[in-house]
């Protein structure tokens, strides 16, 4: 019996397995300084475009912090808006997908997505 792969669909919607946290609470930092994290989940975060040239596919490595934990992560760029790469106007979002997290930020990555759940319920 031949079984056909499920194809995600191609009009935007969404992909993510986990709920996205707004800002706040993660910090993450790709060597230079704080980055803008717009959203996350426990698969991974969109960040504010950087001066980096990222481009999907590339690995990215830094420090990610959550409360008073912190840790080295390791992530790929799954996403790049806009997809292109012009040195004089930056990437506006990065997408990137959790290779790599230290056991205790991941836990207090649950910890923190439990509280906000409890406390909006």
Do not use: C, K
């Amino acid at each position: 019996m031949d079984i056909e792969p499920t194809q995600p669909p191609d009009d935007g919607s969404e992909r993510r397995l986990h709920d996205r946290a707004a800002r706040g609470a993660l910090a993450v930092d790709l060597g230079f300084g704080e980055v803008d994290v717009l959203d996350w989940s426990y698969g991974g975060a969109r960040i504010a475009g950087t001066s980096l040239a990222l481009h999907v596919g590339d690995f990215a490595t830094g420090t990610i912090a959550i409360n008073a934990t912190h840790g080295a992560f390791i992530a790929d760029v799954v996403r790049v808006d806009p997809p292109y790469y012009d040195p004089r106007h930056p990437p506006t979002e990065i997408s990137l997908r959790w290779l790599d997290l230290p056991a205790d930020v991941l836990t207090q990555m649950i910890a923190v997505r439990s509280d906000t759940t409890l406390n909006n319920t």
